[in-house]
């Protein structure tokens, strides 16, 4: 049976905190938000969260046009390669307006980040408490990523 996971990340991808911090917040949630498990995890470089399925769909923020899938794969490599998603801004082939790929409208919330918190088989609510948690708690506005993975 497939399990269902949702991971909070910041909307900063490059942003991090020291370890001690990550893992008293990840105490905090365990103390105030029921899952199965909640872990935390922390990269030197931004990492592309995604939701565990098939990217389908994929759309540009500015016009709404429908992203070519080969195209996206085509920039994240690149991306990847030479900045290690640090930089995310892309001429959009579509409207040629610049946009950052962690603004991209998935077909299902994805991100990039360096910092994410997972809960395993969250209960009721659990993700969005854990998101306004993690919010208050560093300041910084927290998302959830869904996954079943
Ligand atoms: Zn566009």
């Known amino acids: 049976m497939a399990e269902r996971f949702v991971k909070l ?3 900063l991808p490059t942003y991090r905190v020291n370890v001690k911090a990550a893992e008293q917040a990840a105490e905090a ?3 105030l938000v029921r899952a199965e498990e909640i872990t935390v995890r922390q990269t030197e470089r931004p990492e592309f969260v995604d939701c565990g399925g098939a990217l389908t769909e994929i759309r540009c923020p500015k016009c709404g046009a429908a992203l070519d899938l080969d195209w996206w794969g085509g920039v994240m490599d690149r991306m990847y390669r030479e900045s290690h998603f640090f930089l995310l801004e892309e001429t959009m082939p579509c409207c040629g ?3 950052n790929f962690n603004n991209l409208r998935y077909v299902r919330p994805c991100g990039f ?5 997972t809960l395993r088989e969250p209960e009721g609510e659990a993700g969005k408490e854990a998101a306004d948690l993690l919010s208050e708690r560093f300041g910084v506005l927290f998302r959830q ?5």
């Open 145 to 149: 990523v869904e996954a079943r993975v």
């Open 113 to 117: 980040s360096c910092l994410e918190f």
């Open 9 to 11: 990340i910041p909307c």
């Open 97 to 99: 307006k610049t946009v």
């Open 29 to 31: 949630l365990r103390r």
